[in-house]
């Protein structure tokens, strides 16, 4: 598939900002057999005083600029075109759960890849006890990790109510598990939570989602913004598969990656600081159309 992807974030200050630095991880990576970016773009008005890119420990593209000057507003534009290709369906060669502590132990690559990334607490992920809990119950004897991390997938779709309202960027998995309700990065939080608790290996992916829907197929939710799925290690066979619970489907060429990381603050779109005060209004406006 062949997509042109549109993004547009704003903010009005209500007192005017200054000495802002800011971090954007927008552009969609390039990923053998998946996705190449043909081209892309990232524009800042204000014209930044200063700009620069890097590639982050994940591979990501990032630009970072700064604003010294007042600004009552900032907007941010990105622009690319995008090759993504559907993956080959393969046989389930993943192991037992109780196997595949033993293939991690083989695995001694610390590269971004690694499946050692994905385990355990990050800055986003900590334990909590009735995830856990959650978790266990959907095991079953003879399971494979990949037919776990699909079970696992409808059931927090199947459980939880997409809601946008219900929750901020800044909610807890354990408060978004409590309510049931939540927007995708709950419900790839909360599975990735799940999963790890397990010992099985998942990280968080930030992308886009297709905006219009082939013929005859419902819309997906999320797809006004940027999106969320679970990346999930099935063992060294498989190696890894991606899953949206928001939806209960494999992510295929509907989905367009912006990132790997170990939670959200790993690919938040934008971060930084700014010298200001009071409150602010924010737009985000989102396309992903096919070219024809």
Known sequence: MLYDLSLHMGYLYDTAASGAHHILRLLPMTLPDRQRLVAGTISIEP?????????????????????????????IRMKARII?????????????LENLPAELATYWSLEPASPHHFMGTSQRIDEVPEIAAYARDMVTPGQTVRQLARHMCTMINRDFTYDPEATTVDTTPKQAFEIKRGVCQDFTHVMIIALRSLGIPAGYVSGFLRTIPPEGKERLEGADAMHAWVRV??????????????????????????GYGRDYSDVAPVIGILKTYGSHQTVQAVDVIPVT
């Not at 982050?56 to 009552?72: A, G, I, M, N």
């Open 84 to 96: 993504v290709q559907a993956e080959p369906v393969t046989a389930d060669l993943s192991p037992v």
């Open 233 to 258: 290690w099935c063992g060294a066979a498989t190696g890894w598969i991606e899953l949206d619970p928001t939806n209960d489907i494999l992510a295929g060429t509907d989905h367009i990656v912006v």
């Open 47 to 75: 014209t930044p005083d200063e700009t620069s890119t890097f590639t982050d420990f994940f591979e990501h593209p990032v630009t970072s600029f700064q604003l010294r000057s007042h600004h009552e507003k900032l907007d």
